[in-house]
């Protein structure tokens, strides 16, 4: 069982940056595969980019590729998204979720754990 938390949302105007974590439980952190996810309102959920157990690989969508930054340290049983250069269609609940095992899984139904989300709210 995982459990996982965001944090680091907030209200950011265009050209900004906010650094999100997703803190998770659990002793096998480094054996699962981290996606990032966001839901607009009246959008459908998007897939953000994932990043692999060892940190090695990561995989992002075309929308956010050059913009957003997902890392990990497994000591601390942590992965973070950093955003630059917002833009106001940015703004969504991000959400983080887990699958164990290296995969590079771009649907929502593909993780085993997700959490509650954490606000971006990106101002023009």
């Known amino acids: 069982q995982v459990q996982l938390v965001e944090s680091g949302g907030g209200l950011v105007q265009a050209g900004g940056s906010l650094r999100l974590s997703c803190a998770a439980s659990g002793r096998t952190f480094s054996t699962y595969t981290i996606g990032w996810f966001r839901q607009a309102p009246g959008k459908e959920r998007e897939f953000v980019g994932g990043?692999?157990?060892?940190?090695?690989?990561?995989y992002y969508a075309d929308s956010v590729k050059g913009r957003f930054t997902i890392s990990r340290d497994n000591a601390k049983n942590t992965v973070y998204l950093q955003l630059d250069s917002l833009k106001p269609e940015d703004t969504a609940v991000y959400v983080c979720?887990?699958?164990?095992?290296?995969?590079?899984?771009?649907?929502?139904?593909?993780?085993?754990?997700w959490g509650q989300g954490t606000q971006v709210t990106v101002s023009s």
């Open positions: 979720a887990a699958r164990l095992g290296t995969y590079y899984a771009y649907l929502f139904s593909q993780y085993d754990y």
């Open positions: 990043i692999v157990g060892n940190g090695i690989s990561t």
